[in-house]
Structures are given as C-alpha cells and as structure tokens.
C-alpha cells in the first residue's frame, strides 16, 4: 500500500478526469477508496457491496450494479497507476465484474416476467435457462477497462412457458435478453454498467437475438464463416448449460485434422482490419494499427485453429494462457513467445491508460503535448519521445513475428521459373526441359505430369485446392531435380499429391511452408518405403515443419507424459484413444525414420528406439483398454504383455509385426474371463484399421498351445506348460523373450520362470537334434537363396538358432546366457567361456550386423531381395563356419 494513500488517489485524479469527476461526485467513494485501497475488488467484495436478493426489481438493480462498477473503476485505476495492481488483476477484475452483472441482470429479468411462468423444454419438459454467452475478451477473461461486451444468447430447447400467461420459449427469452441488455446497457444517471455488443450472435444484426440450440447448431453447420470459428475461441457460458453448449459449438471451432486453411482465412480477416486501419487513417490505433494488441492475439488463435482439435491443451480461452501454451509445446520459439508477452502486457497497459482518462472505450493515441505528457509518465517514461521509442519497438517485434507466423505463401508470390512448365504441360512437350534440370527419363517423368494434370482427382479439384496444387508443382518439380535418382523422387512425390488432392488442409500446409519441400523431397529420394508410408498417413507432413522436433533424439519419459494426456483428453471415447495411439506412434516411427536417413542411428540403435515405442504405446493401450472394461475389479490390472521374436530382442524394424503373448496373476473368481476380454480388446485396439491406420500387426501364436490355445494365461498355467508340455523350439523362442508392458510384478514372475527354463539341465546331443530338425521344417517352407538373408545358409536364422541352442544348452552352467542383450552380446559371451572360438564369434557378429543393415535398406527402399555380391557371400562362409563348429554339421559352401 502506498505510503500515502491520499496522494496516491490524488494522482490518480490528475491523471484521470473520470476518477476526478466520480470522487468529487460521491465522496463516499474516496472514502471506500483509502480504506481498501491495498486490497484488489474480488468477486466477494462485489457480492457483498449489496443486499442483492433485496434489489431484484430491475428499477432497484439498475442503479446499484452502476455503482458497483464505479467502485470497481475508482479501485481499479488507483491500484494500477499506484503500482499496485497486476495486468492480470486489472483484466480479472473488470472480467469478473461483467459475468457477476450478467448474472444478476439475467436474474432480474427472468424474475420480471412472472406471468408467462417457467419455459419449459419440448423434449425434456425441463425449465429452460437462458445461456448467456460471453465472447471475446469477455469470454477470455481479458476485458479491457472501459470495455463492451460482447454477448450472444441461446436456449436449449424450444417449447412454452407454463404460466397462466404462455409464450414460447423463444419469446420468451427474447423479452428476458431484452430486458438483461436494457439493465446494463442503458445510461441513467449513474451512467451504465456495459455497453452491450450482440452483433456476433448468428446473422448479425439481422438475426434473431435469442436462438436454440438445435437452430444454433444449424447455422454453424451450414453457413457459420471462417472468421466465426475465430470468434468462438473465446466463447464462455456465463450462465445455463456450458457443457451442452461446448460440445456443440468445439467440433465448428476445432477441426479433427490440422486445419492449415485457418492461416488463409485469418490473413484474409487481418487484411480487411489493415484495408479498414488505413481507410480510417487509424495508424496510431494500438489495438488494430500495425503490430497492435490484436496481431499478437491473432498470432495466438491461429495456432488454435489449426492445432486445437489434436491438442485440446491448445483449446484455451486467454491469449497469454495460450502463447505460454505454444511455448511449451514449441511451436513458437520461447525467446518470440517472451517478446510476445512482454509486447502484449505492454500494449495492454498503454491501452487501460488511456481509457482510465476518460473512461472511454479507445485504442487512439492522444494528440495534445498534455495528455501526451501524461500518458508517457504513467508508463513510467520521462517524456513523450522515450516512451514512443519504446512502443515503436513493441509494436515492431510483435509485426515481425506476425508477418513471420502469416508469410504471404507462394501461390499470392511472385511466378516461380517453372510455372509455365506445369501450367502448360497437358499441351507442350516439357522433356526439353525436364532433361535440362536433370531428369533421366523425361519423356515418363513428363507422361507423369501430364498424368496428374489431365487426371479427373486434378479436373474434380475445387478451385481454391487446384490453385494451391498450382503453386506447388512447379517447386516440387525444381526441388526434386536436385537429387541423383530426380525421376523416382518426383513420381513418389506426385503420388503424394494424388493422395491428398481433396485434403485441402495438406494442400494449405506445404503451400503455408514452402521451407518443407526440400525436406519432404529428400526424405522421398532417399526411402521408398518412407514415402508410401507418409502418403498413407499425410497427417505427418506436419511433423516436416520443425527441423529441430523432427531431429530431436526421443525423451521416452516426457513422450509417455504427451501421449498419457492425449488419451485423457479422449475422456474415454475408445475410437479418438485408438486413434490418439496411431497418430502417436506414426509421428513417432515417422520421426526415427527421418533421423535414421540422416545417419543418426546406427542400426541396433535405432531397433532399440523403436523397440522403446512399442513397449510404450502397449503399456499405454493396456492401461486405457482396461479402463473401458466396466467389470473390472482393480484399477490396475495384474496382466503382463510378453515379447517374443523381433520385440523381444530388440530388433524391431519400421514394419515389424509384434509377437506377443498375455499374461496374468490373479486369483479373483472372475480373473480368467476379464483378462481374455482385455485381451481381445487389446488386440482390437492394435489391428483394426481406422480413419488414423493400423497400430501394429500383431502375431498370438507363441502363447502355450499355439493358435489353439487360450489367449491369455495365468502364470501358474504357463509354467505349468513351460516345464511339462513345450517344444524345444518354444524354449528356442523363450530365448529373445521378455517382458515388455503392463503389471510390472507380474512381468518379474515371467523373467523367473523364463530363466529357470533357459536353465534347465538338457542332453547337448538331443538338444542339437531337435534344433536342426527345426531348421530343416524352416528351410522345406523357406528354401534358402542369396539374395534371402534371412533364410540364406549361414544368415540371419542360422545364427540366431546358434545362439539359441548355445543358450539352451549351456545357461545352467553360464547364467549370462539368459540377459535379454541380443545375439551380437551373446555370441561374445559365448566366445568369453570358451563354448565357440574366439575369431569365428567375431566374424559371426560382423556378419549379423551386415544381415541386418542389407536387410533394412532393402526395407527402406521397398526391394524383395539384396545384392549378392563377394562381401555378402564372405559374409554367409562365416556363419556357416561357426555353424559347423557348434552343430558338427557341414553346410554346402557353393
């Protein structure tokens, strides 16, 4: 608290002409003043300023919620220009001020028309409210001092009151909104509380001035603008059903795709403000001038619009609320989101400053040296020049990062060299020049063109998608030349564009980035497989923009947090939690594969990456899956997800299926038949094929009994199995098993009793038998050939089963046979106890590290078979060799 709290109001009276004009008016206000002048006006001050029940009649209310608002002025202009008051107190303050006078206007007037009764719904025959919806910075809790409101009114259902007098519910509450706008709107004597907006209800001022909300809902569906959306970012139900009215206007506001369209639509907004700025020669106007409060807010919203449907943490209401929430996810730059900040609470400032003087509603800076003089010092400045140097400078960082955020895009751009090239190309020969920039096989790269240009996707294109594919091509086309296989980038890029030429948004996205085209076309050239995996899914072009998220190494822990609260925000709707997994995982394998193309991984690196998602989206879908079962007698389930094969030792490739297996350890009555349907609805969320993809493929099969047996085990009967009734190729499985998801108690069990079976005491010579017996079923099915690394003789199959069987025969007496560290680890723990020799172990790694690269670029580029070449088959003379040694066996070396 000032020292002097006298002084302090009396500065505040020189400053402000209506705090002059208020105080000396009614002294009983300087008085309330000193005595409070320490303490902000709070929603509990404001409800005690009154007997409010006792002033129910409008003619009572009206007078006294005008000076309540006064009070709040007077408090409100002493406190900021004192130093006492935050921005944020300043803005929740006069916020909270317009919703309790809403509220207690709404109360008057509905309490006014006793005669008509209670309005009662058609479908429920339920009493109806009014909702009354407060937008913009109402809505955002951001009210400016001398604000308007801006309002729109809406009823739930349609029907008639049931009053000795009845109405319909819409003339109702179209009497009632009358009467709420009359008490706060009107000027009396003791002026008036707000003056209230309604022309962003739907139709403007020639709409109705109440709607329900099926006619609502009507409009948004079939005529509500790109603008509205913006204007419904805001929207808070200040009273009535807030629920009801949320789920019907968040699917208008928050498209389920990236909506990069939001960007035209609110460039074109901002360019109708800039037309109308200069029109009215408003230049020096802080909220709509060039870099003024409403660019930093459109910099706000449009990442809402875009962003908000997949990301409901963006679906906020407060513009700073929402530029710390763009930071966190890095989407703006945190050092862009401080001068966005520091330039809006700036701004905000100035502009409550300015409205204290008069209590006016104005963004205008003043003209006269006077109020120039004074507006500079209650910033804090010592004169008039200091202080618009510094708003210069406000205003230009906020331009700067708006102009970058909405930069024009190339189809409003200058021509690009090869547009007549594209636009022509259905009519000209354009090899010419195709082979000028470098492509191979123009005459098939031109029938391609030619192709997507005469297409009927291309011809049944609206107009609006047809002029961003336009703009796009010839980019694509130049870029595309620049990469040493030009042909094949181009015709996986134009498949590209086949497949999202009625996905306008994708279309909006590389058109409003054109610094993503390098990027998509070198991840194109380098990787078949890539770029029919980012055509199945072009969700992930978006994952193209930030070179620093799509490079950045994976934080497992805080990717678990992101993924865990996606699916909360699904708020138990099972399709958007599958599809949440999807979009997670895609995003994700999207990401590794990008790093992995730019040398980043080594190989077992980057199968442990993708191993730790696997084992992160099941421990995910376990968890949610059983919170859908309504049965279930623990929160946690005591169930475990065991992998096998490729999962369980760590080699997963991009297209891996998972060999998994389920188990539990539960003594409850009902255990058996909640874990199999937790099992079946695990496997429904990882298979089906929904609007998002496929999850993984999964394969049951290694579970005790195969395809025959039950789909989920108790530990006891799996050991049961383990000890009594498996194969030894099961054991061979067991071998690369482990636990990967769920109950991490129940996983311990698995690890124990897969260790005592690795371990058991087994006859060598039988042992090798059965093995060898194994491989010959394997090679009747897969005959082996060269080009096969898997399958060929000494390749990847005939070392992993060596690897097997030295586990299976020898972890009784060598325990660190059984550590899950994969088959390169065990061939050198092998070699360390003397069981192989030395140099055959090391030839043996060397050559399964080489299987696995050949065998994963020929993956990436979508090629049945690999080179055969001398390396290669050096490679498979090593294998075979260790093979002899460990089975006596001598394999054919032609």
């Not at 408003?282 to 706000?300: Q, S, T, V």
């Not at 790093?595 to 442990?608: C, F, I, N, R, V």
Request: glycine fraction near 6%.
């Amino acid at each position: 608290m000032p020292a002097n709290t006298s002084a302090a109001i009396a500065r505040s009276c020189e400053f402000s002409h209506y705090l002059s004009r208020l105080l000396a008016a009614r002294p009983e206000e300087r008085q309330r003043l000193e005595a409070r002048l320490d303490s902000p006006f709070g929603p509990e001050e404001m409800r005690d300023f009154a007997d409010w029940p006792a002033l129910a009649e409008p003619e009572r209310l009206a007078p006294a919620l005008r000076r309540l608002r006064q009070a709040t002025m007077a408090r409100l202009i002493c406190r900021d220009l004192a130093g006492l008051a935050t921005l944020d107190e300043v803005v929740s303050t006069i916020s909270a001020l317009a919703e309790f006078a809403v509220r207690q206007a709404l109360a008057s007037a509905s309490a006014s028309l006793p005669q008509y009764g209670r309005p009662i719904g058609e479908d429920s025959g339920e009493a109806q409210q009014l909702i009354v919806i407060g937008m913009g910075k109402l809505g955002g809790g951001e009210l400016n001092v001398s604000s308007d409101i801006d309002l729109i009114f809406i009823y739930p259902e349609g029907g008639e009151t049931d009053g000795a007098r009845k109405i319909s519910n819409h003339e109702y509450f179209t009497q009632v909104g009358k009467r709420l706008i009359a008490l706060l709107n009107d000027i009396t004597a003791d002026g008036q509380v707000f003056r209230v907006d309604m022309r962003l209800r739907p139709y403007g001022d020639a709409g109705p001035l109440v709607m329900s909300f099926a006619a609502l809902e009507n409009y948004l569906l079939s005529q509500g603008r790109e603008w509205e959306r913006y204007a419904w970012i805001k929207a808070k139900a200040i009273t009535g059903d807030a629920d009801g009215l949320e789920q019907l206007v968040r699917p208008f506001v928050y498209r389920k795709y990236l909506d990069y369209n939001a960007y035209g639509a609110m460039r074109e907004l901002h360019a109708q403000i800039r037309r109308e700025v200069a029109r009215r020669d408003m230049a020096d106007n802080i909220k709509l001038g060039p870099g003024g409060i409403r660019e930093a807010e459109f910099i706000a919203q449009v990442f809402q619009l875009i962003r908000g449907g997949r990301d409901r943490t963006l679906q906020l209401r407060g513009t700073r609320a929402t530029l710390d929430r763009l930071a966190a996810l890095r989407l703006l730059e945190p050092d862009a989101v401080r001068e966005l900040q520091d330039g809006y609470a700036f701004l905000r400032n100035l502009e409550h400053r300015l409205q204290y003087q008069d209590d006016q509603q104005t963004q205008t800076l003043p003209t006269s040296p006077e109020a120039r003089g004074q507006i500079a010092a209650s910033m804090g400045f010592a004169d008039w020049p200091a202080f618009d140097e510094a708003l210069s400078a406000v205003r230009a960082r906020i331009s700067r990062h708006f102009e970058q955020v909405f930069l024009l895009p190339s189809e409003d751009g200058p021509g690009h060299p090869l547009a007549e090239l594209w636009r022509d190309v259905a009519e000209q020969s354009p090899e010419a020049k195709l082979a000028e920039l470098g492509y191979a096989d123009p005459a098939a790269t031109a029938r391609q063109l030619k192709g997507l240009a005469q297409g009927q996707r291309y011809l049944q294109m609206p107009l609006a998608g047809r002029k961003k594919l336009d703009a796009l091509m010839p980019a694509l086309i130049e870029v595309a030349a620049r990469f040493p296989n030009a042909d094949d980038t181009l015709s996986r890029i134009i498949g590209l564009m086949e497949a999202i030429s009625r996905r306008a948004a994708y279309l909006a996205l590389l058109t409003e980035y054109p610094q993503t085209l390098q990027r998509l076309a070198s991840l194109y050239s380098s990787s078949a497989w890539v770029s029919a995996y980012l055509s199945r899914h072009p969700i992930l072009l978006d994952e193209l923009l930030d070179a620093r998220v799509l490079y950045a190494a994976p934080d497992w822990p805080q990717l678990a947090a992101q993924l865990e609260s996606q699916l909360q925000q699904a708020g138990g709707d099972v399709e958007a939690q599958m599809d949440a997994l999807r979009h997670f995982q895609h995003a994700q394998t999207f990401r590794l594969v990008a790093q992995d193309l730019a040398g980043m991984w080594t190989l077992e690196a980057l199968s442990d990456e993708l191993s730790r998602l696997a084992d992160l989206v099941l421990d995910a879908a376990v968890r949610h899956a059983w919170l859908d079962i309504p049965a279930r007698h623990l929160d946690v389930p005591r169930f475990a997800v065991v992998g096998y094969g490729k999962l369980g030792g760590k080699e997963l490739g991009y297209a891996s299926d998972l060999d998994i297996i389920f188990l539990y350890d539960d003594d409850h009555p009902d255990a058996p038949e909640l874990y199999s349907r937790l099992a079946r609805k695990l496997s429904t969320w990882l298979t089906s094929a929904t609007a998002a993809g496929v999850l993984y493929d999964i394969d049951l099969r290694l579970r005790p009994n195969g395809a025959s047996g039950l789909l989920v085990s108790s530990i006891a009967a799996f050991r049961q199995y383990q000890e009594k009734q498996a194969w030894a190729w099961e054991h061979q499985a067991l071998t690369r098993a482990r636990f990967v998801a769920g109950d991490e108690a129940v996983g311990a069990l698995f690890e124990a009793e897969r260790r005592d079976i690795l371990t058991l005491a087994r006859d060598p010579a039988a042992l090798r038998g059965e093995v060898l017996a194994m491989r010959q079923r394997m090679l009747d099915s897969h005959p082996a050939r060269d080009d096969d690394v898997k399958n060929a003789r000494g390749g990847i199959i005939d070392i992993e089963f060596i690897v097997q069987y030295l586990i299976l025969a020898h972890a009784r007496t060598l325990p660190a046979l059984t550590g899950n560290t994969g088959n390169i680890a065990l061939l050198a723990v092998a070699a360390d106890a003397g069981l192989i020799d030395r140099q055959l172990a090391d030839d043996a790694r060397a050559a399964y590290r080489q299987y696995r690269r050949l065998q994963h670029a020929a993956r990436l580029n979508e090629r049945p078979a690999v080179e055969v070449d001398a390396a290669l088959l050096a490679a498979y003379r090593c294998g075979r060799r260790l093979w002899q040694q460990v089975f006596e066996q001598a394999l054919d070396f032609s």
